[in-house]
């Protein structure tokens, strides 16, 4: 942490020093304006880099203070004593979490978004809550294909092992990677105290050209108190390395649905996202010129391909995008002309 | 009952099915099967009783699948993608005999070697007794043969709860699995209680691809969302190009061997579109675009920009792998100001 450029503003980009030069993004939260004990949905915040989708209240809020709560027995301090974090605002019902109530679990999904991350870092620190639900689950996503590197559940009990057996009081971590296939499934032995109440430092690192790294280390227990057992850190739980990402690259933080606080008390936090990664530079020779856009009108639900030929009398069409799912809004094909003449296009409809 | 149009006018009638027999050798037919059609009197009826509705089944006893009417009293089931009241019913349970399907349930198509198939599916929720809840081919009349066979599977394949599509081969070898991820967590929001969109498209060179949509969360009968209402996620399986075993499609098939859970929301299919043609729709209109091109080289990967204020940059389109070619994107300039600037970046 202390290689790294921490700034005032809530979204850092260090800026172009050179090529291959390292930027910095940092979300510790700090920046939010949260009087003690209270809360900030950070998705209200102009330029903060958080959005969700959904109703209501929100999932995820930031949380103050460290240290000097209100409710000691609810939550925990930050793992480097800093006033303010993210934590998870839901509960079983009828429970009462500080503001929460129903639903039960999140209903949002909930994103930060980042400059996207070819080759680099991304780390941050977990506390997840003690509940018989997922108390987190997250996925890293490129927005540029709406596609998922991975995706990762951590989940305190009653999940079942692929070998079959029901996990209770497991409190354990689910990696998958962009097949869905698990790349990693129990990292901790069965039983309790466990996992829950305690610190881990989450490193994934992604490689350029599409492959990612994992590492997953048990930092401590929480403080001020820990219902674990109380060990010192365990270190490096599980790490994987050259899996697949589906992806060249990812930007988007993705919180999902569904993640349950337990009680409402020591609810899931989430402190110091941290992306560290090469930074770009801009190609020299770029030209611009005209290309083609394809507008055509779709209905709910139907499946549009659009097509280009450079050769009418050949039959040979080519699919110009993906297949489009849409929603009955205007659609565009866009479509490059450089060195073609004569192009045609069409649209099929399934 | 079957709607069956030629080009891009559909009729409303059974009978058309049978008359409509000469443009099929056309090659511009389309079939549509939206279960409407059918008059069920009883709330359940098996429609390869009907004649003309183009069904059959190959067993005895009780049939597999049945047209549902969803009107008040049946309310454990689930309301159609698209609030009509009709859809085909898996009748098979985890607790009646027998458990699983037991014969090909037949739908006659258009003889296929250039087009399409389309169909919704919601499939069952698995959770008593492993089994696949949705089980169909694109089947070869005259050959006898299976194009392929689409699978969803909610438990045990090839862990609990992958809650996933597979697409074999007629020698039942996996050629695509979906990534709807294998959690075998029954709690969270995989694939259950959620409307898919399957299409398979005949190319007409012996080859076919295989896509399926995940298009939205189930609706109860009272219209309310169930509980894993994420919207609509997207592709969630994609297979191209595989290698059609058939010259040609002429029956969609529902094959053995599916099941549901408990009885309670069952798998349910709407909406099967065939045709032995692509059709096309008009488009509106074509405008010039930004054409970005760049230098690219192998290794490294690039990221086209625009801005309108040279200051804040947005993305246009995705990451682009480099191959040591000139490569161009194109950006839409609809509602762009003049002096929109472009960059590249280069990781």
């Not at chain 1, 079959?164 to 039983?191: C, L, M, W, Y």
């Not at chain 2, 047209?67 to 609030?83: R, S």
């Not at chain 2, 592709?235 to 040609?248: C, D, K």
Request: proline letters at 7%; aromatic letters at 10%; charged letters at 20%.
């Amino acid at each position: 942490m202390n290689t790294l450029h921490r700034v005032s503003t809530i979204l850092c980009l260090c800026g172009i020093v050179s090529a291959n030069a390292q930027t910095n993004v940092i979300e510790d939260f700090e920046s939010y304006s949260v009087a003690n004990n209270g809360y900030v949905d950070p998705t209200l915040i102009p330029d903060s880099g958080w959005t969700r989708t959904g109703i209501g209240v929100a999932d995820w809020e930031v949380h103050c203070c460290s240290g000097t709560l209100g409710f000691p027995t609810r939550e925990d301090n930050t793992l480097d004593g800093s006033d303010k974090f993210l934590v998870l605002r839901r509960s079983n019902p009828g429970s009462s979490p500080p503001g929460g109530g129903p639903p039960a679990r999140g209903d949002d999904i909930t994103e930060f978004k980042f400059p996207v991350l070819v080759e680099g870092t991304l780390r941050f620190q977990l506390n997840p809550a003690n509940t018989s639900a997922d108390p987190f689950r997250l996925a890293l996503y490129d927005s540029g294909t709406g596609k998922f590197a991975m995706q990762m559940v951590y989940t305190e009990s009653r999940w079942f092992h692929p070998d079959g057996t029901k996990k209770i009081n497991s409190a354990d971590f689910r990696v998958f990677d962009h097949p869905g296939n698990p790349i990693v499934s129990e990292i901790q032995p069965d039983g309790e105290p466990d996992a829950f109440d305690r610190w881990y430092d989450i490193t994934f690192t992604m490689n350029r050209g599409g492959t990612f790294d994992l590492e997953i280390v048990d930092m401590g227990p929480t403080a001020p108190t820990s219902m674990t057992s109380g060990q010192p850190a365990r270190g490096v739980l599980a790490s994987v390395s050259n899996q697949t990402a589906g992806v060249l690259g990812v930007d988007t933080f993705h919180l999902e649905r569904n993640s349950g606080g337990g009680g409402g008390e020591k609810p899931t936090m989430i402190d110091n996202i941290e992306i560290t990664r090469v930074e770009a530079i801009t190609v020299v020779g770029t030209d611009v010129g005209t290309g083609m856009d394809v507008e055509y009108p779709t209905t709910a639900s139907a499946i549009y391909q659009p097509q280009v030929t450079d050769d009418l009398v050949s039959g040979v069409w080519t699919a110009l995008g993906p297949l489009v799912l849409d929603d009955g809004s205007t659609q565009s094909a866009l479509s490059a002309t450089r060195g073609a003449a004569g192009r045609s296009y069409r649209v099929v409809v399934f | 009952m079957p709607n069956t149009s030629c080009q891009r006018y559909r009729a409303g009638v059974a009978a058309f099915l049978l008359i409509a027999g000469p443009w099929w050798a056309f090659g511009q037919t389309t079939v549509v099967e939206d279960f409407e059609g059918f008059n069920v009197t009883a709330t359940i009826l098996d429609p390869t009783t009907v004649g003309g509705s183009g069904w059959t089944r190959d067993g005895v006893g009780v049939s597999d699948w049945d047209v549902l009417e969803n009107v008040p009293p049946i309310n454990t089931v689930d309301l159609a993608f698209d609030g009509t009241p009709q859809y085909l019913v898996q009748r098979r349970s985890t607790s009646v005999t027998p458990k699983f399907s037991d014969e090909n349930t037949d739908f006659a198509i258009p003889t296929i070697v250039e087009g399409s198939v389309s169909l919704e599916m919601n499939p069952a929720f698995v959770a008593g007794d492993a089994g696949d809840s949705f089980r169909m081919s694109l089947h070869d009349s005259g050959s006898g043969s299976n194009a392929m066979t689409i699978v969803f599977t909610q438990l045990d394949w090839p862990v609990g709860s992958s809650g996933d599509f597979r697409v074999l081969d007629q020698t039942n070898a996996v050629l695509a699995e979906g990534i709807i991820p294998n959690d075998p967590d029954t709690d969270n929001p995989t694939a259950r209680d959620r409307w898919f969109r399957i299409l398979v498209t005949l190319h007409g060179n012996g080859t076919y691809d295989v896509n399926v949509f995940d298009i939205g969360p189930v609706k109860d009968s009272a219209g309310v969302p169930r509980p894993y209402h994420d919207p609509a996620r997207g592709e969630v399986l994609t297979l191209t190009g595989a290698s059609l075993p058939v010259a040609s499609v002429d029956t969609f098939r529902l094959t053995p061997g599916s099941t549901n859970g408990f009885g309670l929301q069952p798998t349910l299919i709407d909406n099967i579109i065939a045709r032995d043609y692509f059709e096309f729709i008009e488009i509106d209109r074509i405008k010039p675009g930004a054409q970005i091109s760049f230098p690219t080289q192998a290794g490294k990967i690039y990221q086209p920009q625009f801005s309108d204020d040279g200051s804040t940059w947005s993305n246009v389109g995705g990451l682009v792998p480099g191959d040591g070619t000139t490569q161009s994107v194109v950006a839409s300039t609809t509602g762009a100001p003049e002096g929109r600037e472009y960059r590249v970046l280069e990781f």
